[in-house]
C-alpha cells in the first residue's frame, strides 16, 4: 500500500544505504506512444491501485487541470493485461517488472520514465537494530567493491537482452539474491539475537518454494559448468535419466546418451559456453541404450561473472515428441492416402500448382497421365472391397516403382491414379515419346497378374495424357486427362490416349445432347413406333415398342445416341416411366378391339429401372391406372441386366408375373447367362438375336446356336423369337429349324400405331 514518506517514517525504521534504485516505466501497444505526460490527457492508464504512481498522477492531472483516465488494478500483471485486451492505453510499471514482462504481453516501453525510488530494507520502528545495522555495513562492503556479488548481480540483470530471458531464469537469479540476503540476515541474527530459528524457517521455506517452482515446470532446467558437467537438475531431468539428482551432478551427457546425441550436445554447449551464443533449437536426442528417441525444444544461454566471463551455461529443454508425432500424422491425413499412402488429390494440385509454375519460368514441358483400372467394380462386387482394396495397395506399389522421385503418383480416388511428370524435355514431340514409353510400361506392368485372397486375378488400365501444352491452366490440364482417358475406355479399354482437341468437341457435343433430353422430356417430344411380331400362321402376335425422338434443331437423334446418355445420366427413369405409361394406355385402347385385344407390347427396360427399388411400384400403379390387362405386357430384359445382383432381379420378376406381367430375354445368345440362372428365371420367351439370323445362311456355326436356342426354349416350355428376319431366304430357313415367331424388315419397319393398327395378317406367311 502506499504511504507519505513521514508516515513510513514513524511506522518503520530504515538503513542508511539503498539497495536499489528503481524506477517506473509507461507500456502500451506499439501504436501508443508519446513523450510527455501532458500527452496523457484523454488516454486511459491502468495503474497500481493506491500506489505511489497512482496519487502521483492524480496529483498532477489536478495541477494541470487534464483529464487522465486512472484505472486502479490489484496487481501489475493485470495492468498489462488491460492493455494488451484493449481496455487501456497505458500500463504503468517498475521498470524491472516492465522490462521482463513486456515481450510477453506484446507491450513496448515509452520514452516517459517517472523519478527513481530508492529500495530499503525496513523493519518496525525501533525493532532490530542489530539487523539494520548488520545489513548496512554489508551493503557498504558490496558498493565499495566492483567485483563483489552485488555488482555482478545488478550487472547480470542490465546486460542486453535479459528481458527476453526465460521467467524461471529470472526467478532464479532474483530467489539467489533474496536468498543470500536473506541468508546474511539470518547469520546476523544469528550473532546478535537468538531469534535465528524464525529467520532460518522462512530461508528454508524460500528454498523449497524456489524448488517446488522448478520442479513443477514441465520443462528440464538444468546447469552445466564450463566442461559440460552437471551442476543443477531439476525433477524432470532426474526423472529423464532415471538417477537422483545426486548421481547426475558432476557427470556429462555422455552417460546418458548415445555417442551421436552426446556429439551433437557438445558442440551446441561449445557454442554457448565458448562463443557466448543464446541458442533455440530441436534437438534429437537417443538414450545410451539407444531404446528411446526424443525431440526437444532447447533454449541454452550463457551465465557469466559480473566481468563478462561465461563460467556456466543455463538449460531448458521441453519435449515435443508427441507433438511432433501429431504434427505428422495431420500431415499425413491431409496429404495422403491412407490406403496406399501416396499424395492424395490435396497435395497433387500442390504439387501441379508448382510444376506448372515451374514451367511457365524455364523452357520445359510437363504432362499427367490420368489411369482408370478397367472394371474395377467387378472386382469389388465378387471378391469384396477388402480384396480390391489389396488390390489397389498393389498397382500402387507397381507405379511407384517404374517413375523417377521428381514424378508425382497420387491416388485421385476410386480406382483413379494421376502421375504428374515435371521437367520434361522443351521440345513437345521428345516430351512426347517419353511420355508415351512411359505409358507403355505402365500398361504392362498392370497387365501382368495378381495374387489376391490366394487366387490369380488380372487386370487392365485405360490412360489418358494430357501435356502441359494442351491446357491453359490445371484445372483443365486435369479434365483433358479425364477426356483422354474416358477415349481410352470407348476405344475399349486397356490402351492409352493422348488428349486431341476433337475430344472437346465430342464432349460439348453430348453436353448439348444432354440439355436436349431433359428438354424433350419436358416438353414431350418423344413418340412411340411399333415394330409388329408374326406367327408362322401370319396372324400378329402383336409388337415391340421402339422410342423416337425428333428435336427441331438436332432433327432426328438415333436412339443409340440419346439412349446411353439417358443412362448415364439418369435421365432414362422418368423417360422409360413415360415410355411404359404409353404403352399400357395403347393396351387399354386394344382391348375394345376384338381383333386387336389379345395383342401384346414388348417393352424393353434398361439397367437403372430394373434395379430401381420403386419399379415392381411403377409397374403396377401404371397397369392400374390404364386399365390395361398385365398378360398382354411383355417387359424384355437383357442378358447383361442379370449380372448385377440377380437374386434382386428374380425377386422383381417373380412379384411382376404373379400381376400376370410376362417377360422376354433380349439378344439371347450374346451375353454371358449361366444355364442354373436361365432355369430360375421366369421368363416367358427367348429372342434369338439378329446377329444369328443374318449370316444364318452362311455360317454353320449360326444355324448350331439357332438350333440349341430353339430346343432349350422346347425343353424349358419357352417361346422363341427371331428377330432381324430380313430376307425370305432367313424366314424360310428358321420355319424349317423350327421358329413359330418373327420380327424384322421382312415383316414390317417400325411405324406409328395407326399403321401398325390396319395390319391384321401378313399373307404368305402361313404354312
Not at 551455461?313 to 499412402?341: M, P, R, W
Not at 457435343?509 to 401370319?538: E, W
Not at 439370323?693 to 454353320?700: A, G
Not at 430357313?733 to 420380327?743: H, I, M, P, T
Request: proline share 3%; net charge negative.
Amino acid at each position: 500500500m502506499w504511504r507519505t514518506a513521514r508516515t513510513r517514517a514513524q511506522d518503520m525504521s530504515f538503513h542508511q544505504t539503498p539497495v536499489l534504485y528503481s524506477w517506473s516505466r509507461l507500456y502500451s501497444l506499439a501504436d501508443h506512444n508519446i513523450n510527455g505526460l501532458s500527452e496523457l490527457a484523454g488516454r486511459q492508464v491502468a495503474v497500481l491501485e493506491n500506489s505511489s504512481q497512482y496519487h502521483f498522477l492524480q496529483q498532477y492531472s489536478q495541477q494541470q487541470q487534464l483529464d487522465i483516465g486512472l484505472q486502479q488494478v490489484k496487481s501489475l500483471q493485470a495492468a498489462f493485461n488491460l492493455v494488451a485486451a484493449g481496455g487501456a492505453d497505458f500500463a504503468v510499471a517498475n521498470h524491472l517488472f516492465g522490462n521482463s514482462r513486456a515481450a510477453e504481453f506484446q507491450l513496448q516501453v515509452n520514452p516517459l520514465r517517472f523519478d527513481p525510488v530508492e529500495l530499503f530494507y525496513a523493519t518496525a520502528a525501533g525493532r532490530n537494530p542489530q539487523i539494520l545495522n548488520a545489513i548496512e555495513r554489508q551493503l557498504q562492503q558490496w558498493q565499495a567493491d566492483p567485483q563483489s556479488y552485488y555488482f555482478q548481480t545488478i550487472n547480470r540483470w542490465s546486460e542486453p537482452g535479459s528481458a527476453d530471458r526465460n521467467s524461471v531464469s529470472w526467478l532464479l537469479i532474483w530467489s539467489a539474491f533474496s536468498s543470500l540476503l536473506l541468508l546474511l540476515s539470518a547469520a546476523a541474527l544469528l550473532w546478535y539475537h537468538r531469534r535465528s530459528k524464525r529467520q532460518l524457517s522462512q530461508l528454508q521455506l524460500s528454498q523449497d518454494r524456489l524448488t517446488t517452482i522448478l520442479n513443477s515446470v514441465d520443462a528440464h532446467i538444468y546447469i552445466k559448468d564450463k566442461r559440460s558437467r552437471y551442476q543443477y537438475v531439476n525433477h524432470k531431468v532426474a526423472e529423464l535419466f532415471g538417477r537422483p539428482p545426486a548421481q547426475i551432478i558432476g557427470h556429462t551427457d555422455s552417460l546418458f546418451f548415445d555417442a551421436k546425441t552426446v556429439s551433437q550436445l557438445q558442440v551446441n554447449d561449445q557454442r554457448v559456453l565458448v562463443d557466448g551464443e543464446r541458442i533455440v533449437e530441436e534437438e534429437i536426442n537417443t538414450t545410451a541404450d539407444g531404446s528411446q528417441e526424443h525431440v526437444y525444444l532447447s533454449v541454452k544461454l550463457p551465465l557469466r561473472h559480473a566481468n563478462g566471463e561465461i563460467y556456466a551455461l543455463c538449460g531448458i529443454s521441453t519435449d515435443v515428441t508427441e507433438h511432433k508425432q501429431n504434427q505428422a500424422a495431420i500431415h499425413q491425413l491431409a496429404f495422403y492416402d491412407s490406403l496406399t499412402s501416396l499424395p492424395n488429390r490435396r497435395l497433387l494440385l500442390e504439387r501441379l500448382e508448382q510444376a506448372w509454375s515451374l514451367a511457365g519460368r524455364i523452357p520445359c514441358q510437363g504432362a499427367v497421365l490420368f489411369i482408370d483400372l478397367d472394371h474395377f467394380k467387378d472386382l469389388n462386387d465378387t471378391l469384396g472391397h477388402a480384396v480390391g482394396d489389396e488390390l489397389l495397395s498393389q498397382v500402387a506399389g507397381r507405379l511407384g516403382e517404374q517413375l523417377r522421385k521428381s514424378d508425382t503418383l497420387a491416388r485421385f480416388g476410386g480406382d483413379e491414379f494421376v502421375v504428374l511428370l515435371a521437367e520434361l524435355q522443351p521440345r513437345p514431340d521428345l516430351a512426347g515419346q517419353r511420355v508415351e514409353l512411359l505409358a507403355m510400361k505402365l500398361m504392362d506392368i498392370l497387365n501382368q497378374p495378381f495374387q489376391l485372397a490366394e487366387r490369380t486375378y488380372t487386370i487392365s488400365a485405360s490412360i489418358g495424357i494430357a501435356m502441359f501444352s494442351d491446357a491453359d491452366n490445371i484445372d483443365e490440364l486435369l479434365q483433358r486427362a479425364d477426356l483422354a482417358m474416358y477415349d481410352a475406355k470407348n476405344r475399349g479399354r486397356n490402351r492409352y490416349c493422348f488428349y486431341d482437341s476433337k475430344l472437346q468437341a465430342k464432349v460439348l457435343a453430348r453436353s448439348a445432347l444432354h440439355t436436349g433430353l431433359r428438354h424433350a422430356l419436358s416438353q414431350q417430344q418423344f413418340s412411340l413406333y411399333f415394330q409388329p411380331q408374326y406367327h408362322s400362321n401370319g396372324q400378329v402376335l402383336g409388337a415391340e415398342v421402339l422410342l423416337r425422338w425428333f428435336d427441331a434443331e438436332l432433327g432426328p437423334v438415333s436412339p443409340a445416341e440419346f439412349i446411353p446418355l439417358a443412362e448415364d445420366s439418369g435421365l432414362i427413369l422418368p423417360i422409360g416411366a413415360w415410355v411404359l405409361q404409353q404403352s399400357c394406355l395403347q393396351l387399354a385402347d386394344w382391348q375394345h378391339d376384338s381383333q386387336k385385344s389379345y395383342w401384346h407390347l414388348a417393352v424393353n427396360l434398361s439397367v437403372r429401372q430394373l434395379h430401381d427399388p420403386k419399379f415392381v411400384e411403377l409397374v403396377r400403379n401404371t397397369l392400374q391406372q390404364s386399365g390395361a390387362n398385365p398378360e398382354n405386357l411383355v417387359l424384355e430384359l437383357t442378358e447383361t441386366q442379370l449380372l448385377e445382383d440377380i437374386e434382386a432381379v428374380i425377386e422383381k420378376m417373380q412379384q411382376l408375373g404373379r400381376m400376370g406381367v410376362r417377360f422376354s430375354l433380349d439378344d439371347f445368345g450374346t451375353g454371358y447367362s449361366s444355364l442354373s440362372y436361365l432355369k430360375r428365371l421366369p421368363l416367358n420367351q427367348l429372342k434369338i438375336d439378329g446377329s444369328f439370323v443374318r449370316d444364318l445362311l452362311d455360317d454353320p456355326s449360326d444355324e448350331a446356336i439357332i438350333r440349341t436356342i430353339l430346343a432349350l426354349g422346347n425343353s424349358l416350355e419357352l417361346a422363341v423369337i427371331a428377330e432381324g428376319v430380313e430376307t425370305v431366304e432367313q424366314y424360310l430357313a428358321l420355319r424349317q429349324l423350327g421358329c413359330q415367331q418373327f420380327q424384322g424388315y421382312l415383316l414390317g419397319r417400325p411405324a406409328p400405331v395407326d399403321e401398325l393398327s390396319t395390319v391384321s395378317k401378313r399373307p404368305g406367311l402361313e404354312q
